[in-house]
């Protein structure tokens, strides 16, 4: 039994001996420090050191944001400009005609305020086919001129193309029908002339005062009667000038302005004039003194150019015209003073019947033709709108020598 007691005390002891040589190993560890070793480098490199670089330090700053606002979105094919705004509106309402609009003009049109004013010579319509385009020229004997009653056709040198046509009976007329937009009459101004009407589709747009100290062929201002057909109408009123010592109307060329397909006349705006009243205050006026009149005093009359033909004509068909072939040679005409009876110009008419007449005077002066018995006051005038006498001789048995 004591044999065994030692043994197991001494495995006790060897025990406990190696727990306790555990424990104090652990604890060793543990607590074990890292000595540091210093080392040596074969070759050390100064480098140097490297300044701080600045870099930009982002700023934290308030941003106003706009409230947004609704826009207008325009469709794909529209294009909106600063000029322009689109606005497109469908509305349906049954049984309602609404009138189409004209289209824009076409490119190329020429737009006109007014008629161009003519310039002479006019194209002849009598040898133009139409359609007329621009200015032309219809004369009195045109086909489509209607003279009620007949109206008598006379020749005359500085007539539109020779000739014109006249009347002495009252409310006479003559009618034409044209197409334009622009309307002119040339007409006769005399000393027998009286007043006639231009009616343009049944309206009187102005009255003509045909009397002039003279004989002259001249033209009335361009009316714009719009476009398309109208009638004219030139009527006799049976009317004269004081001064007139006849009713005779004489009717020279129709002159009518027609656009062609790019021209386009617009209507001049209609002028309405509202009277308005103000008052007025009463106003005192004394005349204290006035500048002294003015004396009559004696002028010497300047001399003057006085010009004239005369045409002398043996009618032998009676139709009361100058024809080729009736003028009458070698008749004696003379210009005389008007108070005084002394020649001063004399000739005699050519074969044609024709005689000009252009002097320097200061005194009146008139046209005798002494076989005849014929006379007619010389006006004055010029080279380029002489006055014309015809004496038209009624058809008989002249005599074989006409002194």
């Known amino acids: 039994m004591r044999r065994l007691v030692l043994p197991i005390l001494a495995m006790l002891c060897l025990t406990a001996w190696v727990v306790a040589f555990s424990l104090l190993r652990s604890n060793r560890d543990e607590t074990i420090n890292t000595i540091p070793t210093l080392m040596v480098l074969p070759s050390l490199t100064p480098t140097g050191t490297p300044s701080p670089t ?36 469908s509305v349906a309402v049954p049984d309602v005609y609404v ?25 002849d319509a009598t040898n133009t086919a139409p359609p007329f385009t621009g200015w032309f020229s219809f004369e009195s004997d045109y086909p489509t001129v209607r003279y009620s009653p007949p109206w008598t056709a006379r020749l005359a040198h500085y007539a539109s193309r020779g000739q014109y046509h006249r009347t002495e009976t009252a409310y006479s007329t003559a009618n034409f029908s044209f197409e334009g937009e622009g309307l002119r009459v040339r007409y006769v101004a005399a000393r027998n002339m009286g007043l006639f009407e231009i009616v343009v589709d049944g309206r009187v ?5 045909a009397y002039i100290d003279g004989l002259t062929f001249t033209g009335t201002r361009v009316y714009f009667v719009g476009s398309g057909s109208h009638i004219l109408e030139i009527r006799a009123i049976g009317q004269k000038n004081n001064l007139s010592q006849g009713y ?21 705006p209609a002028v309405t004039t509202t009277p308005t009243s103000l008052p007025q205050a009463a106003a005192r006026i004394d005349l204290v003194s006035a500048p002294p009149t003015a004396q009559a005093t ?28 009736e003028g009458v040679q070698g008749i004696s005409v003379r210009v005389v003073e008007t108070h005084s009876n002394r020649v001063i110009a004399s000739g005699y008419t050519d074969a044609r019947g024709y005689i000009d007449f252009e002097l320097v005077t200061d005194v009146p002066a008139r046209i ?15 080279t380029n709108s002489r006055p014309a006498h015809t004496l038209i001789l ?5 005599p074989g020598l006409i002194p």
Do not use: C
């Not at 700023?59 to 606002?69: G, Q, R």
């Not at 609704?70 to 600063?82: E, F, H, Q």
């Open 54 to 89: 600045a870099f930009p330090t982002e700023t934290l700053t308030a941003t106003l944001t706009s409230t947004p606002t609704p826009s207008l979105t325009l469709p794909p094919t529209a294009t909106a400009t600063l000029a322009e705004h689109l606005l497109e509106i």
């Open 99 to 123: 009138e189409p609009r004209p289209t824009p003009f076409p490119p190329g049109t020429i737009l006109l305020p007014a008629p161009p004013q003519p310039i002479e010579p006019l194209a």
């Open 205 to 209: 747009i102005d009255t003509i005062d």
């Open 248 to 268: 005779v109307v004489g009717l020279d060329a129709v002159q009518v302005f027609r656009g062609d397909a790019n021209t386009l006349v617009l209507p001049p």
């Open 298 to 325: 004696w002028t010497p009359i300047p001399p003057r150019v006085l010009a004239a033909t005369v045409i002398i004509a043996y009618d032998e068909n009676g139709n009361r015209t100058v024809d080729p072939a």
């Open 368 to 382: 005798v033709v002494p076989y005849f018995g014929e006379t007619w006051e010389l006006e004055r005038g010029n």
């Open 394 to 398: 009624t058809p008989g048995n002249q």
